[in-house]
């Protein structure tokens, strides 16, 4: 039987070269970013092979990028919003102007007309949501001022780019050279203006009750299913109907819903129900970046290449880095947004077909700017790399080196504790908040780690040591100071996390007592193989106490 299956296709093999490729590249030390976008070159038009469907790649991808949004409105609020829009906004608005400008200059230097100079120099300038936000992830510096800088210029640039891809149709006759009529210009730009006014204020004045109340009213029916399901439907839905309804981006609407979410206390676990398709969906992202690219561009017009390569990268950065030094801002907070900022990314791929579709960019300039987009997502991890040394080299210059404020530094800084004789909780959940009481009326000495800011906000206001973080990754547990802990305490419901810290903790303390929490015998199983003194099996303790709850006639 003959199976015409392109969307299958191209999910799994998407899927299956991009983990191969993922796990080469992070055995070389590499990013898995890279390995993805192999895996898209792999799978494109311009090897040999197996070939998908770059349309439904695409309009997978388009999903990637609505659940990321989602979940970064999520750990967003309206406020932290509020609070960067007097550099955002400027800041967004002058480094597309200034990079449409150099990508303006490159064009005339290449022949090109200033409607095609005009149209490459804004695919320039706006960066790949995905791109930004995963390193931003990488570093746990979304919730912190910089990321909240990031992400608000990330909005800034959006909206512009919607404004772009309206007023682009309208100004292709005034670009060829024809005769303006500034009423018919006028018109197109007030109503995209109008709609994006409109769908902020339903959003906050109706989904502000609507999205909550949805969410709260599921997840009394105490079904994980269809909590789940709503999760999507609000992410999906809402981007969906904003992009249909009111012309703005996937990506825009589906920020909101989140940011609208964020309000409710069940904003946490609406998180981690998306996560798994969020990841996933990201990939086919990288995969469906690595489809559009081919490498003998490289070859065939190598100049034009670095000279895009130039503006996305150095030119950018540089003035990224200037606009937010002139706001007076931290070297480190500028230097993290000028190195979130190098790299091109969705929006710039429907502006370059916009452009060819309306005679204004020749197919050369779609080509570069492809090329420059899967150059500048491969070498962005390069860039936080050296990023990292050169916060490294900054930090360890003695206090008065070098002017330097508690920001500074690529990654979010993890400041060990002092504690010693001390128990570490991991998971400042349901179950650690309540051991965490207990310890606490007790009078033990008590560091928590979480890797939800709300948790350990939560874990600060009580008085309670805490650090932000995942406990599987060897800063944070090292953090910790288990050298000299008196117990550690595993609240995490995911077994297989748990079992990475249990075995780090192993390593660090030979004799620390570890006690952690499982659901299952294979579970149990698990932990006690990775160094576990104890485990607790939820499901058996609950049995235990309900037998202790019957009475004794009932049972003799």
């Not at 002092?418 to 965490?436: A, D, E, K, Q």
């Amino acid at each position: 039987m003959v199976h015409h299956t392109p969307l299958i296709a191209t999910i799994v093999v998407g899927l299956v070269l991009a983990f191969c490729l993922g796990a080469v590249a992070h055995r070389l030390r590499a990013s898995p970013l890279v390995g993805y976008l192999a895996a898209g070159v792999l799978m494109g038009p311009f090897t040999p092979g197996f070939v998908a469907d770059q349309n439904l790649a695409d309009q997978l991808a388009e999903i990637g990028v609505i659940l990321l949004m989602f979940g970064v409105g999520l750990h967003f609020s309206l406020k932290d919003l509020l609070s960067v829009r007097a550099l955002a906004i400027p800041g967004a608005i002058g480094q597309i102007a200034i990079a449409t400008l150099m990508g303006m200059a490159l064009g005339h230097m290449l022949g090109w007309t200033i409607g095609a100079g005009l149209v490459f120099g804004l695919a320039l300038s706006v960066a790949s949501t995905v791109v930004l936000l995963r390193a931003l992830q990488e570093r746990r510096l979304i919730e912190t001022e910089r990321g909240r800088i990031a992400v608000g210029w990330l909005i800034v640039e959006d909206i512009a780019m919607v404004l772009a891809l309206v007023m682009l149709p309208a100004l292709a006759g005034i670009l060829k050279g024809q005769t303006a009529d500034w009423g018919t210009l006028a018109l197109p730009l007030l109503l995209t203006l109008g709609k994006v006014a409109a769908f902020v204020a339903l959003m906050l004045i109706v989904g502000r009750r609507v999205i909550p109340w949805i969410l709260h009213y599921v997840a009394h029916t105490g079904s994980r299913e269809l909590f789940r399901l709503a999760v999507l439907a609000i992410a999906l839905g809402f981007a969906y109907g904003a992009a249909m309804l009111f012309d703005v981006s996937f990506a825009l609407g589906a920020f909101f819903a989140g940011m609208i979410l964020s309000e409710s206390e069940l904003s946490q676990r609406a998180a981690n129900e998306t996560l798994p398709l969020r990841d996933a969906f990201a990939v086919l992202f990288f995969v469906s970046v690595g489809m559009l690219f081919d490498p003998m561009i490289v070859l065939r017009d190598w100049a034009a290449v670095l000279g895009t390569l130039f503006i996305i990268l150095i030119g950018k950065s540089v003035a990224a880095y200037a606009i937010v030094r002139m706001f007076g801002r931290s070297h480190s907070t500028a230097m993290t947004i000028s190195a979130s900022l190098a790299q091109i990314g969705e929006f710039s791929f429907i502006l370059a077909g916009l452009g060819v579709s309306l005679t204004l960019l020749p197919e050369r300039g779609r080509d570069l700017i492809l090329a420059g987009a899967i150059l500048s997502i491969m070498l962005n991890p390069v860039l936080f790399a050296v990023l990292d040394r050169i916060m490294a080299k900054d930090a360890a210059k003695p206090a008065g080196a070098a002017a330097r404020d508690e920001e500074d530094g690529a990654r979010e800084p993890l400041r060990a504790t002092g504690l010693t004789g001390h128990v570490v909780l991991v998971g400042h959940g349901r179950v650690g908040s309540f051991i965490s009481a207990e310890l606490s009326k007790a009078g033990a000495p008590l560091l928590v780690i979480d890797d939800a800011t709300n948790n350990v906000v939560k874990a600060r206001d009580k008085g309670i040591e805490a650090i932000a973080g995942n406990a599987a990754a060897p800063e944070v547990i090292q953090a910790a100071n288990l050298p000299a802990a008196r117990c550690l305490l595993v609240a995490i419901p995911d077994a297989f996390e748990g079992g990475q810290v249990v075995q780090q903790g192993r390593a660090l303390n030979p004799t620390l007592k570890i006690v952690a929490r499982a659901h299952s015998d294979a579970e149990v199983e698990h932990l006690y193989k990775h160094g576990a003194t104890l485990v607790i099996m939820a499901e058996h303790e609950i049995a235990k106490a309900m037998i202790a709850g019957v009475p004794a006639s009932a049972v003799a």
